[in-house]
T-cell receptor, first 119, second 112 residues
Framework: GAGVSQSPSNKVTEKGKDVELRCDPI?????LYWYRQSLGQGLEFLIY????????KSGLPSDRFSAERTGGSVSTLTIQRTQQEDSAVYLC?????????????????FGAGSRLTVL | KQEVTQIPAALSVPEGENLVLNCSFT??????LQWFRQDPGKGLTSLLL?????REQTSGRLNASLDKSSGRSTLYIAASQPGDSATYLC???????????FGRGTSLIVHP
């Protein structure tokens, strides 16, 4: 697509429920990144994908968080047994290559985010 | 570990002023640096990307410079307007890492 699409834009859930957040990157972009932004905080790295593989999962806060990417395209971030501290905006970004931009303008493009509120 | 600091954290200026926003990083072995703006409740919009071999990039009223040796980048905004009000973030790509590291941002308010 023309840009990075994220859904849902807004999700309110009850503590303990599972949620799935979806990211549809720009067509042809190899790299896909998930970040989390809590109220008044900076961007916290969660995970990135190169194609369908996730070489670095070190940013995932706990084993309740998981992510997958299929067909080198759409990615899903799943949070199981949500807690109130999971409330945040979850941002997805894609770029043509993983971010080592030796050539070209490897611009990182973000989606509008999914705002998660856990009651 | 690469650390990225943005100063000031917040800035309020009258319309028409020229502004300088700062981004400092601890490891000079970067391969690129990108400036973004974020409007309240929205995602990040890319403004400028500077490759490690470049010294500056310009887009309209925006000019970003990069000095790797001193670990600094500055974003210069000329003739600021109320529509420039947003949070400005820099992201640094460190050689050997595929993960851009973000600063906490500078919150800018330009009042009429």
């Amino acid at each position: 697509g023309a840009g990075v699409s994220q859904s849902p834009s807004n999700k309110v859930t009850e503590k303990g429920k599972d949620v799935e957040l979806r990211c549809d990157p720009i067509s042809g972009h190899t790299a896909l990144y998930w970040y989390r932004q809590s109220l008044g905080q900076g961007l916290e790295f969660l995970i990135y994908f190169q194609g369908n593989s996730a070489p670095d999962k070190s940013g995932l806060p706990s084993d309740r968080f998981s992510a997958e990417r299929t067909g080198g395209s759409v990615s899903t971030l799943t949070i199981q047994r949500t807690q109130q501290e999971d409330s945040a905006v979850y941002l997805c970004a894609s770029s043509p290559w993983v971010w080592r931009g030796q050539t070209g303008a490897n611009v990182l493009t973000f989606g509008a985010g999914s705002r998660l509120t856990v009651l | 570990k690469q650390e990225v600091t943005q100063i000031p954290a917040a800035l309020s200026v009258p319309e028409g002023e020229n502004l300088v926003l700062n981004c400092s990083f601890t490891d000079s072995a970067i391969y690129n640096l990108q400036w973004f703006r974020q409007d309240p409740g929205k995602g990040l919009t890319s403004l400028l990307l500077i490759q490690s071999s470049q010294r500056e990039q310009t887009s309209g009223r925006l000019n970003a410079s990069l000095d790797k040796s001193s670990g600094r980048s500055t974003l210069y905004i000329a003739a600021s307007q109320p529509g420039d009000s947003a949070t400005y973030l820099c992201a640094v790509g460190l050689g050997g890492s595929y993960i851009p590291t973000f600063g906490r941002g500078t919150s800018l308010i330009v009042h009429p």
